[in-house]
């Protein structure tokens, strides 16, 4: 257990559904990472934030993606209108403010959209 | 375009085999390589190397990274059947966001 936990851990929904994760960091760690896994894919790169600024988006973040991070502590990452192409795991990962400190990730939330 | 390439894609071995990971990668703007060991859930860390021919080891795992021929590689010598899981390598680009990208990662598979 690296200290960063995600809920839920499983969610199942159908085509067109709207689905929010959520993502609690390492309390210390001002840095927040999403990513999403594919199968027989490593992770890609969703959105950064540092404390409550979105400070970049992947071009994989369509607009139906939406992540909020309000008070720079937990961070939210919405879907709506879900498309079976959005079947993964979707991993947080955070990192403290000082450089050269790798990300620790969390147990993921791993979607199914029928 | 960054990316980052392994190599076997995936890997069968009986138990006390040694084995060697490859990673090679191809990004601007390098900041460190970072190799993370991934069973049915989130990646776990397991190296992060930035500096050219300094061997990082622990336990039976060791890792090294060369960065004029841009490449590192992972060893696990005594291979046990708890090392089967995937081996992912990433690199931390740079900028303000040091985001990593990610190998598809080696499938290791150790038979008692």
């Known amino acids: 257990d690296t200290g960063v936990s995600q809920d839920p851990r499983h969610k199942i929904t159908k085509r067109g559904q709207n689905v929010t994760f959520r993502c609690d960091p390492i309390?210390?760690?001002?840095?927040l990472y999403w990513y999403r896994q594919t199968l027989g894919q490593g992770p890609e790169f969703l959105t950064y934030?540092?404390?409550?600024?979105?400070?970049?988006k992947s071009r994989l973040l369509s607009d139906r993606f939406s992540a909020e991070r309000p008070k720079g502590s937990f961070s939210t990452l919405e879907i709506q209108r879900t498309e079976q192409g959005d079947s993964a795991m979707y991993l947080c990962?955070?990192?403290?403010?000082?450089?050269?400190?790798?990300?620790?990730f969390g147990p993921g939330t791993r979607l199914l959209v029928l | 375009e960054d990316k980052v390439v392994q190599s076997p894609l995936s890997l069968v071995v009986h138990e006390g085999d040694t084995v060697t990971l490859n990673c090679s990668y191809e990004?601007?703007?390098?900041?460190?390589l970072l190799w993370y060991k991934q069973e049915k859930k989130a990646p776990t860390f397991l190296f992060m190397l930035?500096?050219?021919?300094i061997e990082k080891k622990s336990g039976r795992l060791s890792s090294i990274l060369d960065k004029k021929e841009l490449f590192s590689i992972l060893n696990i010598t005594a291979t046990q059947t708890g090392d089967s899981a995937i081996y992912l390598c990433?690199?931390?680009?740079?900028?303000?966001?040091?985001?990593?990208?990610f190998g598809t990662g080696t499938l290791l598979a150790v038979q008692p």
């Open positions: 930035t500096s050219s021919g």
């Open positions: 990004v601007t703007n390098f900041r460190s």
């Open positions: 990962a955070s990192s403290p403010r000082s450089k050269g400190e790798t990300q620790y």
């Open positions: 309390s210390e760690h001002n840095r």
């Open positions: 990433a690199v931390e680009a740079g900028g303000a966001t040091n985001k990593l990208i």
């Open positions: 934030f540092q404390n409550e600024a979105q400070l970049e």
